[in-house]
C-alpha cells in the first residue's frame, strides 16, 4: 500500500474516530443529565443503561440494577405488579406513548408514582436490541390532585331557594353541597342589598 494512501487513510479513520467520540458524549450527556430515569435493557433483560437520576427517585444506584436486572420489578408496589406485567401502551392523536402509572417503593422505604414509557428498539437493520424505558417521578402532582377537588359539569340549582340536587337526588343547601365538593369553607354575613331589605332602618354602610 503506497505510504500516501495509507497516511490519508489513517487520518479518515482518526476524523471518524473523533466524529464517533463526540457524538458519544453528546447522547451521554443528554441521558445522564435527564431528570428522568432513562434506561435500556438488552434482549436478555440485562440492563445496558441506567440513568443516575435513578437513584434520587429510587435510592438505588444504577450499578444496583447492572448487578440485578429484576430490581424494578422487586420495588414496584405489590398492588400494581400485575399492571406492571401486563401493560401496553396506548398511543396519543399526535402519536405519543401513553404513559402507565405505577407506584415503586424506594430503597428508604417510601412510595413514589411514576409515568413510565417503554417501546422495543432496533437497529438499521431491524434486529431487536431490547427496551428503552422512561420513567418520570409524579409523586407531587398525584398529591396535588387528591387536595384539590374542582366542580365540574351542570349542577342543577333551584330557582327559588338555591338548593342544589346532588347525585343522589336530594335537595341539599349549597355551602353544604360545595364544602362537599370542594376544599372550601364558609363565614356567614349579610350583604349591602340583604342589610337594606331585611333592616330597612339601618343605615350600616353610610360613609
Given at each position: 500500500m503506497p505510504h500516501g494512501f495509507r497516511s490519508l487513510l489513517n487520518e479518515e479513520l482518526t476524523l471518524s474516530q473523533e466524529a464517533l467520540t463526540k457524538n458519544e458524549q453528546k447522547?451521554?450527556?443528554?441521558?445522564?443529565?435527564?431528570?428522568?430515569?432513562?434506561?435500556?435493557?438488552?434482549?436478555?433483560?440485562?440492563?445496558?443503561?441506567?440513568?443516575?437520576?435513578?437513584t434520587s427517585i429510587t435510592g438505588y444506584s444504577p450499578e444496583e440494577f447492572y448487578q440485578n436486572n429484576k430490581l424494578l420489578k422487586k420495588i414496584i408496589h405489590p398492588d400494581d405488579l400485575t399492571k406492571w406485567e401486563t401493560?401496553?401502551?396506548?398511543?396519543?392523536?399526535?402519536?405519543?406513548?401513553?404513559?402507565?402509572?405505577?407506584?415503586?417503593?424506594?430503597?428508604?422505604?417510601?412510595?413514589?408514582?411514576?409515568?413510565?414509557?417503554?417501546?422495543?428498539?432496533?437497529?438499521?437493520?431491524?434486529?431487536?436490541?431490547g427496551i428503552r424505558g422512561s420513567n418520570r417521578d409524579v409523586t407531587k402532582l398525584e398529591f396535588l390532585k387528591k387536595e384539590?377537588?374542582?366542580?365540574?359539569?351542570?349542577?342543577?340549582?333551584?330557582?327559588?331557594?338555591?338548593?342544589?340536587?346532588?347525585?343522589?337526588?336530594?335537595?341539599?343547601?349549597?355551602?353544604?353541597?360545595?364544602?362537599?365538593?370542594?376544599e372550601a369553607e364558609f363565614s356567614h354575613g349579610i350583604c349591602p342589598d340583604c342589610i337594606k331589605k331585611l333592616y330597612p332602618e339601618l343605615d350600616l354602610y353610610k360613609d
Amino acid at each position: 500500500m503506497p505510504h500516501g494512501f495509507r497516511s490519508l487513510l489513517n487520518e479518515e479513520l482518526t476524523l471518524s474516530q473523533e466524529a464517533l467520540t463526540k457524538n458519544e458524549q453528546k447522547f451521554r450527556l443528554i441521558a445522564d443529565f435527564s431528570c428522568d430515569w432513562e434506561y435500556w435493557q438488552g434482549i436478555d433483560e440485562a440492563y445496558l443503561y441506567v440513568s443516575p437520576s435513578c437513584t434520587s427517585i429510587t435510592g438505588y444506584s444504577p450499578e444496583e440494577f447492572y448487578q440485578n436486572n429484576k430490581l424494578l420489578k422487586k420495588i414496584i408496589h405489590p398492588d400494581d405488579l400485575t399492571k406492571w406485567e401486563t401493560h401496553r401502551h396506548g398511543v396519543t392523536k399526535k402519536g405519543e406513548l401513553e404513559p402507565v402509572q405505577f407506584r415503586l417503593i424506594t430503597k428508604s422505604g417510601d412510595v413514589r408514582w411514576i409515568d413510565h414509557v417503554c417501546r422495543h428498539v432496533h437497529d438499521e437493520n431491524g434486529m431487536d436490541l431490547g427496551i428503552r424505558g422512561s420513567n418520570r417521578d409524579v409523586t407531587k402532582l398525584e398529591f396535588l390532585k387528591k387536595e384539590i377537588k374542582i366542580l365540574q359539569g351542570f349542577l342543577p340549582i333551584c330557582a327559588s331557594c338555591k338548593k342544589i340536587r346532588d347525585d343522589k337526588g336530594y335537595w341539599r343547601q349549597i355551602e353544604e353541597y360545595i364544602r362537599d365538593h370542594s376544599e372550601a369553607e364558609f363565614s356567614h354575613g349579610i350583604c349591602p342589598d340583604c342589610i337594606k331589605k331585611l333592616y330597612p332602618e339601618l343605615d350600616l354602610y353610610k360613609d
